[in-house]
């Protein structure tokens, strides 16, 4: 699923963040730029949690600019996993499709499937505190599955995650935005992630959302504001 942002501008006390942005339909784009900047607002705009001032959201032909984030196409991960620990894995991940748990039979096979895909299925009756933090943030992404959404947004989703545990994290992202047709937008402060598993890189600074570049090029860039933030990392 497309999505656009046309003039957009947000605004909040003295922060502002110009917003003209076209990301196609299955795209893979890193978000990048110095803290604060204001990559988690982009996100935040796209899944309707944060208003624009100005300006329109478009996700495929849908004006969605005044749709809240449950009418939106779009599915969240945050750094924090959202799960709930009276619960186990699968019923965590049901929470998608039902918060009562009243599931049909297709609904429970997806969530099977989804744990499955995920790698969880021999752990589906564990609770998440008796999980590695990497497990636990399998069962937020199952429940991306679940809900079956086509645009997925990760805001520094594996942070806290060890080196060896993050690049196992990416490396799942990426297969099953491939395998699901995802289109998908990755916060970061770890460049390299983005140059492994990202096509493209969306560069947020000094109040402005740059359009989307190729990896490569970006990289590449001689930009003031790019070298500046890259410094001296290759």
Same mark, same amino acid.
């Given at each position: ?16 963040? %110009? ?11 890193? =978000? ?12 935040? =705009? @796209?899944? *309707? ?5 100005? *300006? ?13 984030? !449950?009418?939106?196409?779009?599915? !969240? ?39 499955? #895909? ?5 752990? %589906? ?7 590695? *933090? ?10 991306? #599955? ?13 942070? %806290? ?14 297969? /099953?935005?491939?395998?699901?047709? /995802? ?9 390299? $992630? ?6 493209? =890189? @969306?560069?947020? $600074? ?23 933030? /890259?410094?001296?990392?290759?």
């Amino acid at each position: 699923m497309m999505i656009r942002i046309d003039n957009g501008l947000y605004r909040h006390g003295a922060f502002t963040l %110009a917003i003209d942005l076209r990301v196609p339909r299955g795209a893979f784009a890193a =978000v990048l730029g110095p803290s604060g900047a204001g990559k988690s607002t982009l996100l935040n =705009v @796209i899944a *309707g949690f944060e208003p624009l001032a100005k *300006g329109s959201v478009m996700l495929d032909s849908r004006d969605m600019t005044m749709a809240g984030p !449950a009418e939106r196409p779009v599915t !969240a991960v945050f750094q924090d996993h959202n799960s709930f620990a009276h619960l186990d894995a699968w019923s965590n991940v049901a929470l998608g499709l039902s918060p009562t748990l009243s599931l049909d039979s297709k609904q429970r096979n997806d969530v099977d499937r989804a744990l499955d #895909l995920v790698g969880l299925s021999a752990l %589906a009756k564990r609770r998440p505190g008796d999980m590695s *933090g990497g497990e636990r943030q399998r069962i937020a992404i199952a429940r991306v #599955l679940v809900r079956k959404r086509p645009i997925l947004l990760l805001d520094e989703a594996f942070a %806290a995650l060890g080196p060896g545990l993050r690049r196992e994290m990416l490396r799942l992202i990426k297969a /099953l935005h491939a395998s699901e047709g /995802l289109t998908t937008l990755m916060v970061t402060h770890q460049p390299e $992630d983005a140059r492994t598993i990202a096509g493209s =890189v @969306i560069f947020v $600074d000094k109040g402005v959302v740059r359009a989307p570049e190729d990896t490569p090029k970006f990289f590449a860039s001689t930009d003031a504001g790019v070298r500046a933030y /890259l410094g001296e990392w290759t």
